[in-house]
């Protein structure tokens, strides 16, 4: 029989993000149809994604003017790290969405362990650091949609974002969409999902469903008991104190990267929208009270903006448990979004593995029951290895800092934590400096670029990697001269040319 009803349960950025490509790339004689609940609340963060939204919203037919109109939406190139190595006022770095220039054939990264010039390697190989720090946008009054003068990804409100979706699946795509309650699964003799009872309506037969229900996981965990591997004594962080802080002034710069700054107990993000900033402190609810978290928070915003603005905001907590499940598609089930799995915001790869999910599900669909394990054992040894990689790359901004002020942070540190991949790539990167082999997966969610800038970014500023030759000998000097010649000569030309964000943005969504 042929996959034709597929039923999504969940109405969150995973669920109408998986409806929207579904339906945007299947047959018409496959039927979408969403069911959300009208009373159990989405999760309401998740505002940082990566640049590869870009291409979801073109393959869904989202105009980026709508995105930037009804999302609050602004440009993000990337993520500048406060206060990550030793907590002093100079010590920041910045990861960002650009690669290194010349990154195919070039290792600019042995080139900077071997004749540092006083830079941070984010500055000396790509002209989007100091564009992204001085506020300014990544991309030019009137170029088309979605195109850039250097990579970026989009800050956003995520409860508009999933309106936005819910519009656009339901008017454009022909997305069936039901509110009412899930109360019940029913799989039938040989344990396939047959259908979904629901409070109100009618039950809901399916070939194909898709557990988007966020952390409560009713499909994945609850009926079909997938195991959920929990990562918290390795990235311990498990709480999130947020709030949202209006500007100013209508005219106050809008940040062009995301904001990440260590504390005593975790990390603060700090995103600009258009007319608010979204501010969340996570960190490690056995280390400190929530009453002390909201207070940490609450400095933090307080130097930034006025005594009235401070004391009128409202906080939230939000409590995720950090793992994920290595078998989120069972039988005739996938789970996509926090139901899959949630490490912690830090690189905010979590819309990224729910964008990386959906594509291996459109790639691979299922077209008949026959295909439902072979698909399934692919997919899930797919999200399996980029898992592995979220949690070796989040690690290393933890096993890089030198950090000493609690325990917090002596615990973070201990290399004891890192899987024995990431001990073994460290000991290498004393003698050369990260690049392609280290990430070597064509489908990889890192980049050695990634590693390259994190890795220098710490390591740099203490002067902690091992000077000596390029690893590569045959990195020729005068090529080298020339791409950061000309890298000086970018930077220079793009923040002169350059809007701010808040420019841009003003003028895309007149
Ligand atoms: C603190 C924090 C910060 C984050 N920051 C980022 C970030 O910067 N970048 C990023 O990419 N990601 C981030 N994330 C992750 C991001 O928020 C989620 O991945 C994303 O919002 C997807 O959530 P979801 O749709 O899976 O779940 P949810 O938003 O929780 O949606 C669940 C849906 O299931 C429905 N539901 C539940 N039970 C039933 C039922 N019985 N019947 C019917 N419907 C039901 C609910 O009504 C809801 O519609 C963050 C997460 C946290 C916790």
């Not at 960002?96 to 010039?117: C, G, H, K, T, V």
């Not at 966020?214 to 999130?240: K, M």
């Not at 459109?362 to 979220?390: C, D, G, Q």
Request: one cysteine or more; a negative charge; glycine letters at 8%.
């Amino acid at each position: 029989m042929n996959t034709q009803r597929i039923v999504i349960v969940g109405g969150g950025t995973a669920g109408w993000l998986a409806a929207a490509r579904l339906a945007a790339a299947l047959t018409d004689n496959v039927v979408v149809t969403l069911v959300e609940s009208p009373t159990v609340p989405t999760i309401g963060v998740g505002e940082g994604t990566w640049p590869s939204m870009r291409a979801t919203l073109q393959s869904i037919g989202i105009t980026e003017r709508e995105v930037l109109k009804h999302c609050e939406a602004s440009l993000k190139q990337g993520t500048l790290f406060k206060g990550w190595v030793n907590g002093q006022a100079d010590d920041e770095y910045m990861h960002p969405f650009s690669l290194p220039a010349d990154y195919a054939s070039l290792n600019l990264a042995d080139w900077w362990r071997s004749r540092d010039d006083g830079h941070l390697f984010c500055h000396a190989v790509t002209p989007q650091a100091a564009v992204a720090t001085a506020n300014k946008a990544p991309k030019q009054f009137g170029m088309p949609d979605y195109a850039f003068a250097l990579n970026y990804g989009y800050h956003l409100d995520a409860g508009k974002f999933a309106e936005l979706l819910k519009h656009h699946c339901t008017e454009q795509l022909g997305v069936i969409h039901i509110r009412d309650d899930v109360l019940g699964v029913v799989s039938d003799a040989m344990g396939a999902i047959e259908r979904v009872e629901l409070a109100n309506t009618p039950s809901l037969s399916g070939d194909l469903f898709i557990d988007c229900t966020g952390q409560r996981a009713l499909l994945i965990g609850e009926h079909l008991h997938s195991p959920f591997e929990s990562l918290r004594d390795t990235l311990p962080n498990n709480r999130a104190i947020v709030t949202q802080v209006p500007y100013g002034s209508p005219d106050d710069e809008i940040a062009s990267c995301t904001l990440s700054t260590a504390q005593a107990h975790g990390w603060i993000w700090d995103i600009g929208l258009q007319s608010r900033r979204g501010v969340g402190y996570v960190h490690d609810a056995d280390k400190i009270s929530e009453d002390e978290a909201r207070a940490t928070l609450l400095t933090y915003v307080s130097v930034s903006t006025t005594a009235e603005i401070t004391s009128s905001l409202t906080t939230r907590v939000v409590h995720f448990e950090p793992g994920y499940r290595p078998e989120p598609w069972r039988g005739n089930c996938v789970a996509i979004g926090l139901s899959a799995g949630f490490i912690e915001p830090l690189e905010a790869s979590a819309l990224a593995m729910i964008e990386q999910g959906i594509t291996t599900l459109v790639e691979n669909f299922p077209a008949n029951k026959e295909l439902l394990a072979p698909v399934a054992r692919l997919y899930n040894k797919k999200m399996t290895a980029h898992w592995a990689s979220i949690q070796d790359f989040l690690l290393l901004h933890y096993a890089l800092s030198q950090r000493e002020d609690t325990s917090y942070w002596r615990e973070a540190r201990s290399l004891e934590r890192l899987p024995q991949g990431l001990k073994d790539k460290l000991l290498l990167w004393q003698v050369r400096a990260p690049y392609h082999s280290d990430a070597p997966r064509l489908d990889e969610l890192f980049p050695a670029a990634s590693y390259q800038y994190v890795w220098l970014g710490m390591n740099g500023q203490l002067d902690r990697v091992l000077r000596g030759d390029c690893h590569d000998r045959s990195l020729g000097a005068e090529r080298i001269d020339r791409v950061l010649h000309d890298v000086r000569e970018k930077t220079l030309q793009l923040t002169q040319a350059l809007p701010t964000n808040r420019a841009l943005l003003n003028a895309l969504t007149q």
